[in-house]
């Protein structure tokens, strides 16, 4: 690693005069020492020698708080008013840091103004696209909710007649043949025999692969040249020897583990039980608000152990009100059967209905 100081330069920001030498600590045209303003740069790379390297600081100057001048980190004074070091607050690159931060909080200001200037002055199609677009959206929302809030509100309407529907599952006991993994109870065992349960993964054998692995090798070098601003009128190149590298593969072989399905075998109990089974459908259906379950005979066992006797099962019922509302518009509502049991033809009553198209009827508030 090979290291080298360059001398930078900086400008009067009182007289103006350019490019002044990174050494210089005042103004050689108007004399004023370089202070909070003072940005140093490089124009060209002017080595010094080592003997002048020696004598540069590596470390930033110092602000003087009182005076508002740069200082060499070397002077314990200020050359300008002779204030303290120790009393400093900031150092060239904290100084720096500060007002560039300034600098681009004013520029977001400007840039800020042009844009809503801009904005204000000639418009934006694209922003008033998308603006049309935003709003087409936020009103198709308030429609659609305002549509699913309007059709679950209460209505008034005119009841003009009643459907009904039931369905009254028969069940048998009756004698089926089952297979299961055990027995159980009250079963009558007919066979068994030894089935596949399940697999299991197991290794077979192994075989030999090959697969190409990258290295990486080193196959030569190159320098790099970085350069840092000291803060003080001076800055440090460094330059290093960087190592290039390559990828190479080599084949490298391995052994895989060959993997196969094995069966594992288990008793399976063949068997005849007596259970409950859906046997038949009893339907019923009406217009009108007499219901009723269609006719039907259970049959009776056929046997001591009450093999083909019958019994009722599960009844699923749906009641049903035909409407009109002042609009002349029928529609048909499904209800529980407390309420199509209180409804009255021709009586106008008011419902509220949910969004699976279920009707309640809203009973009147007593006073």
Known sequence: MEDKIIEGYWD????????IKGHLR????????????TEFYLLDRTYLDDEAAEKVSMNPDWLCSFCEQLNSDFDENCTSCGASKQESEENYFEMRERKDAKEAERKDEYDDFESNYAYNS????????????????????????????KAMQPK???????????????????????????????????????EIYRYKHVIDHYKTVTKEVPHQVASGYHYETSTRNLGNGHFKETRRKVTDYKTVYKTETYKKAVYVDVPVFKKKYYYDIDRW???????????????????????????????????????????YIKTVNKKKQKKKYEVSEKDWRSIKKNKTIKIKVDLDGYATVVKKDKK
Not at 297 to 303: F, G
Request: charged fraction near 30%; proline fraction near 2%.
């Open 26 to 37: 005042e103004c050689p045209a108007c004399g004023k020492a370089r202070g909070e303003n």
């Open 122 to 149: 000639q418009g934006s199609s694209s922003g008033k696209w998308k603006r049309i677009g935003i709003f087409v959206v936020l009103f198709l929302a308030i429609c659609s909710a305002f549509g699913i809030y």
């Open 277 to 319: 089974k859906n046997n038949r459908k009893v339907k019923s259906s009406g217009k009108n608000q007499k219901d009723y379950i269609g006719k039907y005979t259970l049959a009776k066992a056929t046997s001591d152990s009450g093999i083909g006797k019958e019994r009722e099962g599960e009844i699923e019922e749906h009641y």
């Open 12 to 19: 009067c920001d009182y007289c103006e005069k350019k490019a």
């Open 156 to 194: 008034v309407v005119k009841v003009t007649g009643f459907e009904w529907n039931k369905t009254l599952d028969i069940e048998k006991y009756q004698t089926v043949s089952e297979s299961d993994w055990s027995l159980p109870d009250k079963a009558r065992l007919t066979d068994t025999k030894r």
